[in-house]
């Protein structure tokens, strides 16, 4: 029985289209197009899969006629305008648990690195440098992590995070009475106090974006490590690079970057920020090109 017509505007893996094909869908896929070709042929279908190549906003949705859904494959949702989809009877899907425990991993690993200083010594003993005092890390036992944002990624970080003897809070403005084996739910005032290292586990939206600015980080009592496998534009990157310059931050891991675009396949490198060259000449940052969420498993 054939159900319609799906366009594929990213390449996803090819057990999607597969499977859709079993359900009687036809699936098209034009890797070649822009937006404005997508939009010129978007009255044949009556479902989009999309990850990050183009913004799906108010004008593309009334293009759409026939429209029945779209499909995100990931978690984030900023390039969908899916309130103004909701009003026209077009369902919104996303996939944020199918990635999860590969952005828990790479934020440990993330920062079992950075205190290690596992980025540093790397080079250092590549080029005959053999320094033992002067590359002394720190252990994880003890601290006391935050989490900001208690979903998905947020629980799949605290489950691999608990075994290494940590203390971990949590604050998700809107979830309540979560506490369970892994976090005890926390206001951020709690965070402020107690807290050695801060992770984000948050989706880019009005209310995020830039929410790690100098007012937050000034809140903190200690010097903290923060941690970013979320969207780049939740931190400033300015206002973290000053406070990283006076200490306030010891270190960062950064998945993600503010100057990203907004494929996430790049960050421009035509025109690259003063604030950026700054972050990469840091070797208290870690830095990765968004892969947290983008491994073999995840893909599958």
Known sequence: MKRGKILFIDSTHPALKEK???????CDYFSDYGKEDFEKILQNYVGIIIRSKIKIDQDFIDKAENLKFIARVGAGMENIAFDYAALKGIKCLNAPEGNR???????IGMLLSLLNRLNIVDDEVRKGVWLRE??????????????IGYGNTGGAFARKAKGFGVKILAYDKYK??????????????????????ISFHIPLTDETTFLCDKDFLKKFKKNIYLINTSRGKVVKTADLLEFIESGKVKGACLDVLEFE??????????????????????KNVILSPHIAGWTHESNL
């Not at 859709?20 to 036809?26: D, I, N, S």
């Not at 425990?101 to 934020?107: C, I, K, L, S």
């Not at 790049?266 to 840091?282: A, D, S, V, Y």
């Open 261 to 282: 675009k907004s494929s996430f396949e790049g960050i421009g490198n035509e025109h690259i920020p003063t604030e950026l060259k700054k972050l990469f000449r840091l």
């Open 101 to 107: 425990d590969a952005v828990g991993e790479h934020a």
């Open 176 to 197: 309540f009475d979560f506490s369970d084996a892994f976090v005890s739910e926390a206001t951020m005032e709690d965070l402020n106090e107690q807290c050695d290292i």
């Open 20 to 26: 859709l094909e079993e359900y009687g869908f036809h």
């Open 134 to 147: 002067e590359n002394r890390g720190l252990e994880l036992g003890g601290k006391t992590i935050g989490i």
